[in-house]
């Protein structure tokens, strides 16, 4: 396939998955891949962006995927001296990812933007597809939780995502605009997709960005197909605390549920074979809908899902 503005939406270790298999079947210049930063944060001096890094790791065959987050063949040495001096250790840094941080923080400082630092280091890394950030403002993502606001990795990693979550302070409450190479990115591509990503931490943060929604409501006017992926398979998450979220919101997890959330935003909406028996309910929503495996444990899972995606029409 090639000649094709593919723009993707993307989280994590989900969104990175699928990312993967888009770039395996598609010229990198035809890919354009925009990362959630909601999950950033200052740690030890350096900036994190475990979303970034994530995708940059995935596309550049360093991720370990046995463990599903940081650097294959990693090792301790730096959180072991760490630990020794009696610092924080709640969060790993890696001695390899270690070096990722150094250089994006040391480039920040300098006076580089977020997107110029992601595009070098991606490069550096042999990543093709371009990987842009959603912003390059601080956006922190907000946890409301029963026992008050928490920032996200504090939730998410400190607290192992235990808190009962009652709702969701994006970009730290005030507005914030994407890039222009983000709204480049959305100006006229063949295909935008949603990835099976999180939708309240990972794809929300996206959308809520300054003029992003009007932009896609205005793409899928004009019959360019925009392509969800539901991260809800069978009542439950892969991966993650989006079960858990919805659910603690007052919501049963379903694809019903990825539906009703998006369906202004998207013309179609791709489930597993497992959800089958709900796709009439869903059309009923105005969404074409396609039913095939969603499930990503292998490089071919990925190839495949990534091919049924880029074969939907308008």
Same mark, same amino acid.
């Given at each position: 396939?090639?000649?094709?503005?593919?723009?993707?939406?993307?989280?994590?270790?989900?969104?990175?998955?699928?990312?993967?298999?888009?770039?395996?079947?598609?010229?990198?210049?035809?890919?354009?891949?925009?990362?959630?930063?909601?999950?950033?944060?200052?740690?030890?001096?350096?900036?994190?962006?475990?979303?970034?890094?994530?995708?940059?790791?995935?596309?550049?065959?360093?991720?370990?995927?046995?463990?599903?987050?940081?650097?294959?063949?990693?090792?301790?040495?730096?959180?072991?001296?760490?630990?020794?001096?009696?610092?924080?250790?709640?969060?790993?840094?890696?001695?390899?990812?270690?070096?990722?941080?150094?250089?994006?923080?040391?480039?920040?400082?300098?006076?580089?933007?977020?997107?110029?630092?992601?595009?070098?280091?991606?490069?550096?890394?042999?990543?093709?597809?371009?990987?842009?950030?959603?912003?390059?403002?601080?956006?922190?993502?907000?946890?409301?939780?029963?026992?008050?606001?928490?920032?996200?990795?504090?939730?998410?990693?400190?607290?192992?995502?235990?808190?009962?979550?009652?709702?969701?302070?994006?970009?730290?409450?005030?507005?914030?605009? +994407?890039?222009?190479?983000?709204?480049?990115?959305?100006?006229?591509?063949?295909?935008?997709?949603?990835?099976?990503?999180?939708?309240?931490?990972?794809?929300?943060?996206?959308?809520?960005?300054?003029?992003?929604?009007?932009?896609?409501?205005?793409?899928?006017?004009?019959?360019?197909?925009?392509?969800?992926?539901?991260?809800?398979?069978?009542?439950?998450?892969?991966?993650?605390?989006?079960?858990?979220?919805?659910?603690?919101?007052?919501?049963?997890?379903?694809?019903?549920?990825?539906?009703?959330?998006?369906?202004?935003?998207?013309?179609?909406?791709?489930?597993?074979?497992?959800?089958?028996?709900?796709?009439?309910?869903?059309?009923?929503?105005?969404?074409?809908?396609?039913?095939?495996?969603?499930?990503?444990?292998?490089?071919?899972?990925?190839?495949?899902?990534?091919?049924?995606?880029?074969?939907?029409? +308008?």
């Amino acid at each position: 396939m090639s000649g094709r503005a593919i723009t993707y939406l993307s989280g994590g270790v989900g969104g990175a998955k699928l990312a993967l298999g888009l770039a395996q079947v598609l010229p990198a210049d035809d890919l354009s891949i925009i990362a959630n930063t909601g999950d950033d944060f200052d740690h030890l001096g350096l900036r994190i962006c475990p979303d970034i890094d994530t995708l940059v790791y995935t596309l550049s065959g360093r991720a370990n995927t046995a463990q599903g987050w940081g650097r294959t063949g990693e090792t301790d040495s730096f959180m072991t001296a760490m630990r020794e001096l009696g610092g924080p250790d709640w969060f790993f840094l890696g001695d390899h990812d270690l070096a990722m941080h150094v250089e994006r923080t040391r480039r920040l400082n300098a006076g580089a933007r977020l997107t110029e630092v992601t595009t070098h280091l991606a490069s550096a890394l042999g990543v093709g597809p371009r990987i842009l950030p959603m912003t390059d403002q601080a956006a922190p993502t907000i946890i409301n939780t029963v026992d008050g606001a928490l920032p996200f990795q504090d939730y998410f990693v400190r607290l192992h995502a235990a808190p009962v979550v009652t709702g969701f302070a994006l970009h730290g409450g005030v507005a914030v605009a +994407p890039t222009v190479e983000v709204m480049a990115a959305l100006d006229r591509p063949d295909m935008v997709i949603v990835g099976p990503s999180n939708p309240f931490i990972s794809i929300d943060p996206i959308l809520d960005l300054t003029g992003v929604c009007t932009r896609l409501k205005a793409l899928k006017q004009t019959g360019t197909p925009i392509v969800c992926v539901s991260p809800i398979v069978g009542g439950d998450a892969i991966k993650g605390p989006t079960a858990k979220m919805f659910r603690e919101l007052g919501e049963t997890p379903s694809v019903g549920a990825i539906a009703r959330r998006y369906r202004d935003i998207i013309s179609h909406l791709v489930i597993d074979n497992q959800d089958r028996a709900d796709a009439s309910d869903l059309a009923e929503l105005g969404l074409r809908i396609t039913v095939t495996g969603t499930v990503m444990q292998t490089l071919d899972d990925r190839i495949a899902l990534a091919e049924a995606v880029l074969a939907i029409g +308008p």
